[in-house]
């Protein structure tokens, strides 16, 4: 073959090969996985229902300061009333008093993701752990936390290792004689 002749086919392989790499889907694009179209009530429900009844179980109940826990009732109620933004509100006022209980912590993130804020839910959730004592029904509620939003945005192996971690949350209590 003649030399220009093979220049000249390198050369349409090579437009040929640019052309294609712009037609193809950016590697952010196509190696994001699928998001669900996981319900936020219905995820909210599954963190919740994850905590069980704590019965033959550690869980650790810290005293709380009245005017938090009068916040946090009234959080629930208005949540119930559909009022979700008097809700979050009610929560936020009580973090400013209380900045580091887990179980607070742990509420707002269900109304972040309630509000569809999940990178809002998984930095609560992820602080509530950290502060948390790491055991019993509040312990995998975080993690259910992060299993759902980690469901909801197609990272399926983070769910799965978060289920994980949820299931280690189970302590058994101490005997009592």
Known sequence: MHPSRLAFRLSALSAALVLAACASPSPS?????????IPPATMVQTIRASAGDG???????????????DLRARAVTLEAQG???????????????????????????????LQNDLPRATQ???????????????????WITLEQVRLSTGDAEGATQARGQADGCRVAGPNRY
């Open 29 to 37: 694009t196509a190696d994001a996985a699928p998001v669900s179209t």
């Open 55 to 69: 019965d033959g179980e550690l869980a650790v109940q810290p005293l709380r300061d009245p005017m938090v826990e």
């Open 124 to 142: 609560l959730a992820e602080r509530a752990y950290a502060l948390g004592a790491q055991v019993g029904p509040l312990c995998r509620r975080h």
């Open 83 to 113: 009022d979700l933004a008097g809700a979050v509100a009610a929560l936020d006022e009580a973090m400013t008093i209380v900045d580091s209980d887990p179980a607070l912590l742990q509420e707002r993130a269900e109304l972040a993701i």
